[in-house]
């Protein structure tokens, strides 16, 4: 049980597209989505968080204008780049939990590997 | 905000030895949490011990926390070529509200010699 589905897995596009990322929750139902991003052997940092039904909250130094969250349904929450460029080319993470709280895990997805040309 | 510290940065050991990691955090939390990444993958949760609890157990591992040090650790006992892989704690901080993501520390990278 609590799968997570990221798609697509990887991106390669050129300089000045947006590419969108689906984040979803195939067995759960999912109050509340996150979005990290990691870089190569580092570490995952939160991007921002994603509630159902409501704006995402944006972590210090995220421009939510480059990073367009939607989380329309309780299974499903798209991570939009707008207008990407090289430097955010990175890993990108998604996660939901099941409830509200912080003593619930939380389920990831596979990641999805965003190159810019 | 907090940052999670791993030690050591990397780890190889023998197929079949038992490989420790430590992770220490900053600031007071409501759980930590330890998780697995494979290579190029998402990220697998593995335990969750709460702040009020001293130790837990889950197949061959064995993880512990100690808050008045602000550490905990990771013990795979036996281990295996598949644990290889790279292992996060992860924390959130009290007064987040319970809505606000983890705190991921730079994680352990562990290789398994067969």
């Known amino acids: 049980g609590a799968v997570v589905s990221q798609h697509p897995s990887r991106v390669i596009c050129k300089s000045g597209t947006s590419v969108k990322i689906e984040c979803r929750s195939l067995d759960f139902q999912a109050t509340t989505m996150f979005w990290y991003r990691q870089f190569p052997k580092q570490s995952l940092m939160l991007m921002a968080t994603?509630?159902?039904?409501?704006?995402?909250?944006?972590e210090q130094g995220v421009e939510k204008d480059k990073f367009l969250i939607n989380h329309a349904s309780l299974t499903l929450s798209t991570l939009t780049v707008t207008s990407a460029h090289p430097e955010d080319s990175s890993f990108y993470i998604c996660?939901?939990?099941?409830?509200?709280?912080?003593?619930?895990?939380?389920?990831f997805g596979d990641g999805t590997r965003l190159s810019i040309l | 905000s907090q940052q999670g510290e791993e030690d050591p940065q990397a780890l190889s050991i023998q197929e079949g030895e038992n490989a420790t990691m430590n992770c220490s955090y900053k600031t007071s939390i409501n759980n930590l949490q330890w998780y697995r990444q494979n290579s190029g993958r998402g990220l697998v949760h593995l335990i969750l011990i709460r702040s009020n609890e001293r130790e837990k157990h889950s197949g061959r591992l064995r993880v512990t926390l100690d808050t008045s040090k602000k550490s905990s650790s990771l013990l795979i006992t036996a281990s295996r070529a598949a644990d290889t892989a790279s292992y996060f704690c992860a924390t959130d901080a009290t007064g987040g509200g319970g809505a606000d993501g983890l705190t991921f520390g730079k994680g352990t990278h562990l290789i398994i010699q067969p």
């Open positions: 994603s509630n159902e039904g409501s704006k995402a909250t944006y």
């Open positions: 996660s939901a939990r099941t409830g509200v709280y912080s003593n619930q895990p939380q389920h």
